[in-house]
């Protein structure tokens, strides 16, 4: 599954026509592709929204100071990630589906030697973020559930590693994928992220400016949660008193 999801993601080029140089109508492929995105990422949106609210921990442990305090931490580490693999999906859904309709009309160009020159041509932004996102969104909903993993099967220590150690491993072998086929890797994908999101910033709408500041102010809060060091218990956990 994962190699497939990864396909999907870094895209496959027409490595025929690409070779031959040959101009082919690339709109009906490229819509495909970011239909291919949609339904995965739907799945794992909806997976990790109803983790969101879940107990987290194990009931069993009679938590002492210290284990309920690096309880609250893993919590919010793990509700951040869940958060954001949620936002990120839910990205990528809309995208997706916004740019099948756009690939419906015929303001572009929709002939090239590949779909990935005709995408990076016409609509970098969406290509570059959907990938981007859609990937960040499989390794922080996996690395989540190695963490509520390690949490919930504290109890049994060997069960919890093993766990834990498995997501990890399944988390590994997707950003080694890239190396494997000889992509151009998880960083150059980032670093293009990166270049297309802050060029996608436009000064002059207040909703890209509203956008922008809530996503840092996220990310400030979550910083906030992880520098407190007041107790808190977990309100869906067995251990809340009244």
């Not at 809530?214 to 008193?241: K, R, V």
Request: net charge negative.
């Amino acid at each position: 599954l994962s190699v497939v999801l990864l396909g999907v993601s870094y895209g496959i080029p027409d490595m025929a026509s690409a070779t031959t140089g040959k101009l082919i109508n690339c709109a009906g492929a490229a819509s495909g592709f970011f239909g291919n995105l949609r339904a995965p990422a739907a799945l794992i949106a909806g997976a990790a929204m109803g983790q969101l609210w879940a107990p987290f921990g194990d009931p069993r442990v009679n938590s002492t100071v210290d284990d309920r305090r690096l309880q609250q931490r893993l919590r919010i580490v793990f509700t951040s990630l869940m958060a954001f693999t949620v936002a990120v999906q839910f990205s990528v859904i809309f995208t997706t589906t916004a740019m099948t309709v756009q690939l419906m009309g015929s303001e572009f160009d929709p002939m090239a030697t590949d779909v990935i020159a005709f995408l990076s041509r016409e609509f970098e932004y969406p290509y570059v973020a959907t990938r981007f996102e859609f990937l960040a969104g499989i390794l922080t909903f996996i690395s989540g559930i190695a963490v509520k993993s390690w949490s919930t099967f504290s109890a049994l220590p060997a069960l919890s590693r093993a766990t834990t150690f498995l997501l990890l491993a399944t988390a590994g072998k997707m950003m080694a994928f890239d190396s494997i086929m000889h992509f151009d890797g998880i960083a150059a994908l980032t670093k293009n992220f990166i270049r297309v999101q802050l060029s996608s910033i436009q000064f002059s709408s207040p909703m890209s400016l509203l956008s922008t500041g809530c996503a840092a102010a996220a990310a400030w809060h979550y910083g906030l949660a992880l520098c407190d060091h007041s107790e808190d218990p977990d309100p869906h956990g067995p251990g809340m008193t009244e």
